[in-house]
């Protein structure tokens, strides 16, 4: 066990591909909770409680140093890119008929404490564990931000599709839609990250995204669904790929905005040296 823990220590990139698989690979054993709200609040707090592990044999105390600063200035930067959600958000309550939830404060406060740990578990393994094993592993490559952009933003995109039904064209041209509109969040929260190590602050953006998801749903019962599953993110019905462009052409103005205002302050070299 002591060797197993070394080789964890020393390697930062195996470390790291090992927390992307025990993150990923439990999510989608154990499930995503069947609906039940507890469930899915305890599952993710013990993914989140798992990945810490992750994080520290990683890079030690290091990106929980600066959890009491620049969240303010994170979920400021980060609403740039939920314009289409919240523009969105009045059609979840008038597209189906319904009434309000009877036990609706609970599931309030329930929907709410999940997304919390929605973010802080997803933005955990894609975020900070894949940069910073690649970023320990490779900090001299001229590329490594690059690198780490491209992988941290495909691997998040494509996590959100893994077990639809691909027996279609259309279903292999929603996942990539989908993979694309997923993986420009991705980028925004890892340029935000890059600017602060500010593990809370992506953590509380990434569960305002879900937040407005969810809530919703635990309001009011004709509410489109909370949290969609691979399946009704790629296998639409007809039409449904419009949907994502109605996202992915504002998110990419918001990512662009995003990486000149606050990308290109980043001091690169800074991080390579002391990160």
């Known amino acids: 066990m002591r060797k197993c823990i070394d080789l964890l220590e020393q390697s930062p990139l195996i470390t790291g591909v090992a927390g992307v698989i025990v993150g990923v690979g439990g999510m989608k054993i154990l499930g995503a909770g069947d609906g039940n709200l507890l469930k899915m609040f305890a599952l993710r707090a013990v993914l989140f409680l798992a990945m810490c592990v992750f994080v520290y044999l990683i ?31 009045p059609l979840q309550f008038t597209m189906e008929e319904g ?6 404060p609970i599931k309030l ?8 740990f929605i973010g802080l578990y997803e933005e955990t393994v894609f975020r900070v564990i894949i940069n910073d094993a690649i970023l320990y592993k490779f900090r001299n490559s001229k590329y490594v931000f690059a690198w780490i952009a491209v992988i941290s933003s495909l691997v998040f995109g494509v996590v959100h599709t893994i077990g639809a039904d691909y027996s279609s064209v259309s279903a292999y041209i929603s996942a990539g839609l989908k993979t694309v509109q997923t993986g420009l969040v991705g980028f925004c929260l890892l340029i935000l990250y890059w600017k602060t190590r500010n593990i809370w602050g992506i953590a509380l953006a990434h569960a305002l995204y879900d ?8 309001i009011y019962e004709g509410a489109t669904k ?13 039409g449904g790929n419009m949907g994502y462009f109605i996202f992915i052409v504002p998110l990419t103005i918001a990512a662009i905005i995003l990486w000149k205002k606050v990308g290109k302050k980043i001091d690169f070299d800074e991080i390579r040296k002391t990160w």
């Open 99 to 104: 009434s309000i939830v009877p036990d609706w």
């Open 226 to 238: 909370g949290l969609g599953s691979a399946k009704e993110y790629v296998n639409l019905e007809s």
């Open 59 to 89: 890079s030690r105390e290091k990106p929980f140093e600066n959890c009491h600063t620049s969240t303010g200035y994170v979920v400021r930067w980060e609403l740039l890119t939920m314009i289409p959600y919240v523009i969105m958000l």
């Open 109 to 116: 406060i329930l929907s709410i404490i999940l997304s919390v």
């Open 211 to 218: 937040g407005l998801s969810i809530v919703p749903k635990s």
